[in-house]
């Protein structure tokens, strides 16, 4: 059975950092692609990092270039997206995917 569990969510001030972590069950993360999207109030959901099967990193949005890395630790059969440099904008409910499976969401929350 395949899940995804995302945590590392949370409420941070602007200019902070945050590391979420998406740990798969039922396959193994390194076979397939795996992305991070997030979705605001009101908002449409916007993907922001993907991974490929090979360990290649898709371009990232403007919106967290240079701010977002998406990582993947085989060993932990775990997939990472560490966020630096969070702006108010960044607040949004945080996804992990696999094709069609979703974990259940991590809140980040940015503020001051």
């Known amino acids: 059975q395949v899940q995804l569990a995302e945590s590392g969510g949370g409420l941070v001030q602007p200019g902070g950092s945050l590391r979420l972590s998406c740990t798969a069950s039922g396959f193994t993360v390194s076979t397939y692609s795996m992305r991070w999207y997030r979705q605001a109030p009101g908002k449409e959901r916007e993907g922001v990092a993907a991974i490929g099967a090979t360990g290649d990193v898709a371009p990232y949005p403007d919106s967290v270039k240079g701010r977002f890395t998406i990582s993947r630790d085989n060993a932990k059969n775990t997939v990472y997206l560490q966020m630096n440099d969070l702006r108010p904008e960044d607040t949004a409910v945080y996804y992990c995917?696999?094709?069609?499976?979703w974990g259940q969401g991590t809140q980040v929350t940015v503020s001051s």
């Open positions: 995917n696999r094709n069609t499976y």
